[in-house]
């Protein structure tokens, strides 16, 4: 059709296009009646386009553009330039590993937008399997099993080892190595009991005979550095949470090699979008600073 209103004729849309005069006119018919309305007014020598047809070959234009801006979003889609990406971590890694990862992932990416949602591993990682998250950071202890939804594949971070942190005066800070045992009496802060941080405590210690008189709980590694360091309780830490020496606590040099911590990124089974596999490579680079 827009061959035949810009030509202003059947034959020279036909020697355009490749085709005899009375194709595009049956062509042209048949569109008229498919449509029911009145295309061209046709003369001896030329066909005039009705309003009709004008009206059309204006909406026409306008599906071709956006076909090709589709093209182009889909192109930048699958280049990881457009897009968004919901995230979910969980608290002592948002500022030294996701903040970085986050400022490194957007760089170039003006058109990608993200959120960021905070919360235990046991909450966000079914999230990821529900597809309300597309990718969330959590943890794995040694001497714990994991209990993750199947449908997530885990790709590994960091690991950490773990300490036993006392207040700087406690009586074994000064012992060149300290042997589990020697904790039987002692009082502990820990995390809540469902938490995989718990349940590595108690397979520790009650490994080497001791039994864990536990009178604080907090999720809050802030406010279980701060019982130990005002000289309540010790407590096990991941090495991520000893990067300020300033704050009245120290790592007892253990004579045992303890368990450690492995910060897992979990995204769902198959998922290989280009936005999560960016994001994955950021959560990468910030933890190898």
């Known amino acids: 059709m827009c061959a035949v209103m810009t030509s202003g004729s059947f034959a020279a849309a036909g020697r355009e296009l490749g085709y005899t005069a009375s194709a595009v006119s049956q062509q042209m018919s048949a569109l008229e009646k498919s449509l ?40 930048r889609l699958g ?3 457009v897009g968004h990406l919901r995230v979910g971590t969980f608290d002592s890694a ?17 058109d990608v937008g993200i959120t960021l949602d905070e919360g235990e591993p046991y909450d966000l990682f079914p999230r990821v399997s529900d597809g309300t998250l597309d990718v969330a950071l959590g943890f794995e202890y ?4 994991s209990r993750f939804p199947s449908n997530l594949a885990l790709t590994e971070i960091l690991t950490e080892e773990l300490f036993i942190i006392a207040p700087q005066k406690h009586r074994l800070v000064a012992k060149g190595s300290v042997d589990l045992r020697e904790l039987e009496h002692e009082t502990w802060v820990a995390h809540r009991e469902e938490t995989p941080s718990h349940q590595c405590l108690i397979a520790l210690l009650q490994g080497s005979g001791v039994e864990p008189n536990i009178a604080f709980r907090s999720n809050n590694l802030g406010t279980v550095k701060g019982i130990v360091a005002a000289g309540l309780a010790l407590a096990l830490v991941p090495e991520m949470s000893l990067r300020d020496s300033s704050d009245g606590v120290v790592a007892l040099p253990m004579s045992q090699i303890l368990p450690k911590r492995h910060i897992v990124a979990a995204v769902r089974d198959g998922d290989d979008l280009p936005l999560t596999e960016a994001f994955l490579q950021a959560l990468r680079w910030a933890a190898g600073k």
């Not at 040694?142 to 099993?145: A, G, I, R, T, W």
């Open 36 to 75: 029911d309305i009145h295309l061209f007014e046709r003369e001896a020598r030329r066909v005039v386009p009705t309003e009709a047809a004008r009206y059309l070959q204006q909406r026409a234009d306008e599906v071709f553009d956006l076909v090709g801006q589709i093209d182009i979003d889909i192109a």
């Open 142 to 145: 040694d001497l714990v099993p």
């Open 94 to 110: 948002g500022g030294p590993i996701v903040g970085q990862a986050i400022a490194r992932f957007l760089v170039r990416r003006r």
């Open 79 to 81: 280049a990881g330039q």
